[in-house]
């Protein structure tokens, strides 16, 4: 039996998608030859490429202008790129603090240029999401964190910001988990890690017409226009990662799309949620109103129970319960490919934990 995977990252995967790609490591399309020993330039490989791509425009309806990319360096190497792609030499860009995440792209963005961090929930250890900010006219980019993987929290509603300013968002952990309307954004990045694959690769979905208007010299590989221009082809690309997003995609849209995972996913994190709220031995660290529906922290109300929780979970076949060392507690992440069943599991214990007194 698999057990109940809440790893925050890397995530859990559908089975089928597992099975599918251990068959394409041993024997690729039946050409008697490992997906990951041919040539990334075959027509099979290509035919992967193409079709990642196409499953990310589909299923999040990316309008005609943008570009989908999959690149290197994880969502960390985006903090820097974002910036050098995007920052004029002599402009400014503001950040939205919610955490660790968004601290790591501010530290970042600040080695390129001038950055305003216009607000911040660290005042109460990243709990809640701001909502009182403007980003002055002459801002070239707002930059945010649409889900804060390690403390819980989600912007329900995306900034808004005005017509000269670019919107870029840190999607990685929320990604294709509910509709979003791509519309409204000038560049999102993802590490696939989250929620569509395996580590290694790096999803950004990019307006075209916002590059090459800073003025500055981007190095090649830092360059999205280079990546553009090659189809994400420019270097080898991480072929197996890639391969694996492009079964997620699709598993997502054989099982009815991102409208119908959002409802699942609403449904999983009302299921935990109610439970934490009504059960007095736990309690929840995230501002109710900013929840996340994908990374679920709380806490036990009499740490005593520790011990006995811990067992429990663990004797249930429960995996990455663990909270992350800066909120402590618990982090029960309940991404797209976790079933609702292991969330039930999970609520079982939470009540026989209580039961058990
Ligand atoms: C995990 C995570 C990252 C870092 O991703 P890497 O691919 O490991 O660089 C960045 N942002 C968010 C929101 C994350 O959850």
Not at 75 to 99: C, D, E, H, P, V
Not at 231 to 247: A, Q, R
Not at 288 to 305: A, H
Request: charged share 20%; glycine share 6%.
């Amino acid at each position: 039996m698999k057990k109940h995977n809440f790893s925050a990252g890397p995530c859990i995967l559908p089975q089928q998608v597992l099975e599918k790609a251990s068959q394409a490591v041993l024997n690729f399309n039946n050409l008697s030859l490992s997906l990951i020993e041919i040539s990334h330039r075959s027509k099979d490989f290509v035919a992967v490429m193409d079709k990642a791509q196409a499953l990310v425009k589909e299923l999040l309806q990316v309008p005609d202008g943008y570009s989908v990319l999959f690149l290197q360096g994880g969502a960390s190497t985006q903090f820097l790129m974002t910036t050098m792609n995007l920052l004029k030499t002599s402009g400014k860009a503001a950040y939205i603090n919610t955490g660790t995440w968004s601290t790591k792209a501010i530290k970042e963005a600040k080695r390129i240029g001038d950055i305003d961090v216009i607000a911040s929930s660290e005042d109460k250890n990243f709990s809640y999401i701001p909502k009182d900010y403007t980003s002055s006219e002459d801002t070239d980019y707002l930059h945010f964190t649409s889900n804060n993987t390690i403390f819980g929290t989600q912007f329900h509603e995306f900034p808004k910001v005005s017509k000269d300013t670019m919107l870029v968002c840190d999607m990685s952990s929320d990604i294709f988990s509910r509709k979003i309307d791509v519309s409204k954004f000038d560049l999102i990045y993802a590490g696939a890690q989250k929620n569509m694959g395996p580590a290694g690769t790096t999803l950004v979905i990019i307006k075209d017409e916002i590059l090459n208007k800073t003025g500055r010299d981007i190095p090649t590989m830092l360059d999205y226009s280079t990546h553009i221009s090659k189809g994400s082809m420019f270097n080898t690309p991480p072929v197996f990662p890639i391969y694996v997003s492009m079964l997620t995609l699709e598993w997502l849209k054989n099982n009815g799309g991102v409208d119908n995972i959002e409802k699942l996913n609403n449904a999983k994190a009302q299921l935990l949620y109610s439970e934490i709220d009504r059960n007095p031995l736990f309690k929840g660290v995230a501002a109710v109103d900013d929840r996340s529906k994908m990374n679920v922290t709380f806490v036990l109300t009499d740490e005593s129970k520790q011990e006995i929780f811990d067992k429990l979970w663990n004797d249930a076949g429960i995996n990455g319960l663990k909270g992350h060392r800066s909120v402590g507690g618990y982090r029960a992440s309940i991404y797209n490919a976790l079933p609702i069943e292991s969330v039930q599991v999970l609520v079982n214990i939470m009540q026989e934990l209580e039961n058990t007194l």
